[in-house]
C-alpha cells in the first residue's frame, strides 16, 4: 500500500499525517520538499507523499505520474477523473490512519493543482479531516450535493497563474462556503502556478493552528 510513497516520519510514533498530493505530471518527491521546510516546525508529524495512480501521459518514460488524465479542464471530464481517483485515495488514507492507529481528524491533506482537486473530493467520502490545503486549484463538487462536513480549508493561489486562473480561487470559495464549508484564502500577487514562500508559511500556520484545535481565519 506505501511502497509508491516517499515519505519523512519523526523520531517517534507518529501524532500526526499531513499527506501531500502532487500535480499532474509530477511525482511525490516533488512535494515532499515542502514537508522537509515545515518538518522542524511541525513535532510528532509524518509526511507522506504518494506518486499519483497513474503514469504521466504528458511524461510517461519519466518520473511523472498524475491521478487521472487531465486534456482539458471540461468539468464532465474532470468529474469522471475524480470519480476513478477518488476510492484509491480513500483506501490509501483508511489504511493509512490504521497503521497509526489515528483519526481523520489526525490528518491534514495539502494539494498542489491537481492534487487540490483530488483533495476536495475527500470532503465527500471522510468526514472530520483534520483540515485542507489546496494550492493553485479548482473545485468540482458532483451534483446534487447540499451540504458537507466541517473540514477547515485553506485555498492559496496566485494572481498570474496562467494554467489554473486566479478567477477558481472566488468560485471555490464561494461553492464551499454555500455547502457550509469554513474556507479560508491567501491570495499571492504576482505569483503564476506555484507555491511561494508566503503561501507555504500560510498553509504551516493553518497546519498548526489546526493541531492545536485553534482554527484560524488568514
Given at each position: 500500500?506505501?511502497?509508491?510513497?516517499?515519505?519523512?516520519?519523526?523520531?517517534?510514533?507518529?501524532?500526526?499525517?499531513?499527506?501531500?498530493?502532487?500535480?499532474?505530471?509530477?511525482?511525490?518527491?516533488?512535494?515532499?520538499?515542502?514537508?522537509?521546510?515545515?518538518?522542524?516546525?511541525?513535532?510528532?508529524?509524518?509526511?507522506?507523499?504518494?506518486?499519483?495512480?497513474?503514469?504521466?501521459?504528458?511524461?510517461?518514460?519519466?518520473?511523472?505520474?498524475?491521478?487521472?488524465?487531465?486534456?482539458?479542464?471540461?468539468?464532465?471530464?474532470?468529474?469522471?477523473?475524480?470519480?476513478?481517483?477518488?476510492?484509491?485515495l480513500k483506501?490509501?488514507?483508511?489504511?493509512?490512519?490504521?497503521?497509526?492507529?489515528?483519526?481523520?481528524?489526525?490528518?491534514?491533506?495539502?494539494?498542489?493543482?491537481?492534487?487540490?482537486?483530488?483533495?476536495?473530493?475527500?470532503?465527500?467520502?471522510?468526514?472530520?479531516?483534520?483540515?485542507?490545503?489546496?494550492?493553485?486549484?479548482?473545485?468540482?463538487?458532483?451534483?446534487?450535493?447540499?451540504?458537507?462536513?466541517?473540514?477547515?480549508?485553506?485555498?492559496?493561489?496566485g494572481t498570474?497563474?496562467?494554467?489554473?486562473?486566479?478567477?477558481?480561487?472566488?468560485?471555490?470559495?464561494?461553492?464551499?462556503?454555500?455547502?457550509?464549508?469554513?474556507?479560508?484564502?491567501?491570495?499571492?500577487?504576482?505569483?503564476?502556478?506555484?507555491?511561494?514562500?508566503?503561501?507555504?508559511?500560510?498553509?504551516?500556520?493553518?497546519i498548526r493552528?489546526?493541531?492545536?484545535?485553534?482554527?484560524?481565519?488568514?
Open positions: 500500500m506505501f511502497e509508491n510513497c516517499p515519505c519523512l516520519l519523526p523520531k517517534g510514533t507518529p501524532k500526526k499525517i499531513v499527506l501531500f498530493l502532487h500535480g499532474y505530471g509530477s511525482n511525490g518527491d516533488d512535494l515532499l520538499e515542502i514537508g522537509r521546510i515545515w518538518q522542524k516546525n511541525l513535532e510528532h508529524t509524518a509526511f507522506f507523499s504518494p506518486n499519483g495512480i497513474e503514469l504521466s501521459d504528458i511524461n510517461p518514460y519519466g518520473e511523472g505520474y498524475q491521478w487521472f488524465g487531465l486534456s482539458d479542464f471540461n468539468p464532465l471530464n474532470i468529474r469522471a477523473g475524480l470519480d476513478k481517483a477518488r476510492p484509491h483506501r490509501f488514507i483508511t489504511a493509512l490512519l490504521a497503521e497509526y492507529r489515528l483519526l481523520p481528524s489526525d490528518l491534514i491533506l495539502v494539494g498542489f493543482s491537481q492534487g487540490t482537486m483530488l483533495a476536495l473530493e475527500m470532503l465527500f467520502c471522510i468526514s472530520k479531516l483534520g483540515g485542507i490545503i489546496g494550492y493553485s486549484g479548482a473545485f468540482y463538487p458532483p451534483a446534487n450535493v447540499s451540504s458537507l462536513s466541517s473540514t477547515p480549508i485553506l485555498l492559496v493561489h498570474a497563474d496562467t494554467v489554473v486562473p486566479y478567477g477558481t480561487l472566488q468560485i471555490a470559495q464561494s461553492q464551499l462556503r454555500q455547502l457550509g464549508v469554513n474556507v479560508m484564502t491567501k491570495t499571492c500577487h504576482g505569483l503564476g502556478h506555484s507555491i511561494d514562500e508566503s503561501g507555504l508559511m500560510a498553509g504551516l500556520d493553518f493552528h489546526q493541531q492545536q484545535d485553534q482554527p484560524i481565519a488568514l
